[in-house]
C-alpha cells in the first residue's frame, strides 16, 4: 500500500510550539496534507503520554488511531531525545528520533529515562550521558524500537554538525553502530548531498518535517509502498527496500536554515568557497562564523556532487503550497488570503500532495487561479531563485517578480505540457 508518512514532530509540551499541536489537530491537517501516517512526536513527556493514552486506539500492529476518528489518520509513537555530553575530548550534542512500537514499550523507555533526568522539562528532554548508551537503553526497553539520529547534520545539535558532532557513524555509536539503519537528512540537507559519502551507502535517509505547528507538517516527508503497521514502516527503513520505501519528499534544501553559513547579527552570508576565503571568520565582527550544513557536506565527503550510490532511493523536492500561493498573490505565508485559498485548493484537489505531485497540469486548472498553477509547475520543474538560509534564518524562495505577478502568467497553454505526475 503506498501512502506517505511524517515520523518527527512536536508536541504542545516542546518549548516554541504551536499550543494546537495536539492529536485532534494534527490530524485533521494530515488529512489536508494527504498523509497517512504521522509521528505523535514527544511520547516521552508523561502528561503528552497520558493524552495520547487517552485519546488514541491502539490497531494492535504498532500503529494508533484516534478514538473518535477510527477511519482517520493513523498514528506511531515517536520521539526525540537532546543528549549532552564529552567524548573524545569534545563536547557533544545529539538528537536521536525513537521510535516505539506499544504504550508499553513507551511506559519501559519513560521509566529508564526518568531516573536519569526530568523528562516533564520539555517535549525534547535533555540528558548528561552519551548517544551510545541512550541506543543501548532503548534497545534493551524494546528489541523492536529504531533509533535514528535526527537532522543530521544541523550545526549545533546533529551527529555530523559541524560544532558538536562526530566525522562518522562509528565514531559516535561504536560497537552499537550495527543498530544504526537510518539518519535523517533534515531541512538543510538533502539525499543527493548525503550521497557523496560512501559510508552513508548502507544507511537509509529518512526526512521529516519536525514541525512546531500544524500547518508545517509534511514539509518534508517519506512515501512508503509497504504493509501500512509499525513493523511494515520499520522494516522498510531497516532494510532500505526500494521496493517499500519509493522517494522522500524534501524542501530545496537551501531554503534551510543551515544551509549556508554565515552570521545572522553581522548580516553575512557566505557560501563554503567564501568562507575559506576568510579562514571562518565574520569580516564584521572578527568571531567564528556558523558553518552550515554544506560546508560540513563538502568537509566529509569523499565523492563529487552528482554522485550517485547504487541503492539511492529518490526524492521529490517540492515548496509547500502555502508558500506557493503566498508568492503568487504576493503577500505573507501567514496572510489570511493565503489560508482561505489554501483550504479551497485542497478541498477541490483531495490534498495538498495530490495537488503539489499527483495532479496534471489539465486538472489543476479546473480549480486553480493561473499564476497559481504557474507557481505549482515551475516548483514541478526546479524553476526557482532560492536565496539560501543560514545561522538560524530560513532562506527565501522566489517563483515570481513583482514584475511577473502584475503581467500574470506568460507560460504557454497548459495543455500543451506533458502531464507532470512524479510518482
Known sequence: MKFIADLHLHSKYSRATSRDMEVETLSAWAKRKGIKVLGTGDFTHPLHLLDLKAKLRPLGNGLFVLKEDPEGTQFMLTGEVSNMFTQGGK??????????????????????????????????????????????????????????????????????????????IPECYEEESKHIHAVETGLSSDPEMNWRLSALDEITLISNSDAHSPNKIGREANIF???????????????????????????????????????????????????????????????????????????????????????????????????????????????????????????????????????????????????????????????LKITPGYDGVFGKIQIFTPEERKKGPSREEAAELNQMKLF
Do not use: Q
Open 91 to 168: 563536547g557533544r550534542r545529539i538528537h536521536t528520533l525513537i521510535f516505539a512500537p506499544s504504550f508499553e514499550a513507551a511506559d519501559r523507555i519513560n521509566s529508564k529515562l526518568g531516573r536519569l533526568g526530568k523528562t516533564s522539562s520539555d517535549g525534547r528532554p535533555i540528558f548528561g550521558f552519551s548517544a551510545k548508551d541512550l541506543l543501548k537503553m532503548i534497545l534493551d526497553s524494546s528489541p523492536d524500537c529504531l533509533l535514528i539520529p535526527a537532522h543530521a547534520w544541523t550545526p549545533w545539535f546533529s551527529i555530523f554538525g559541524a560544532n558538536s558532532g562526530f566525522d562518522s
Open 225 to 383: 509502498n509497504c504493509d501500512m503497521s509499525y513493523a511494515g514502516i520499520r522494516e522498510a527503513i531497516r532494510n532500505k527496500d526500494p521496493r517499500k520505501f519509493l522517494f522522500t519528499i524534501e524542501f530545496f534544501p537551501e531554503e534551510g536554515k543551515y544551509h549556508f553559513d554565515g552570521h545572522r547579527n553581522c548580516g553575512i552570508l557566505f557560501s563554503p568557497e567564501e568562507t575559506r576565503k576568510h579562514k571562518s571568520l565574520c569580516p564584521v565582527c572578527g568571531k567564528r562564523l556558523t558553518v552550515g550544513v554544506m560546508n560540513r557536506v563538502e568537509e566529509l565527503a569523499d565523492r563529487p556532487e552528482g554522485s550517485v550510490p547504487a541503492k539511492a532511493i529518490p526524492s521529490l523536492h517540492m515548496v509547500p503550497l502555502e508558500e506557493i500561493i503566498a508568492d503568487a498573490l504576493g503577500v505573507g505565508a501567514n496572510a489570511s488570503s493565503v489560508e482561505k485559498e489554501y483550504l479551497r485548493l485542497v478541498e477541490r484537489g483531495g490534498s495538498e500532495f495530490d495537488i503539489l505531485l499527483e495532479l496534471s497540469p489539465e486538472e489543476l486548472s479546473s480549480f486553480t487561479p493561473p499564476m497559481i498553477l504557474e507557481g505549482i509547475l515551475r516548483v514541478r520543474e526546479g524553476r
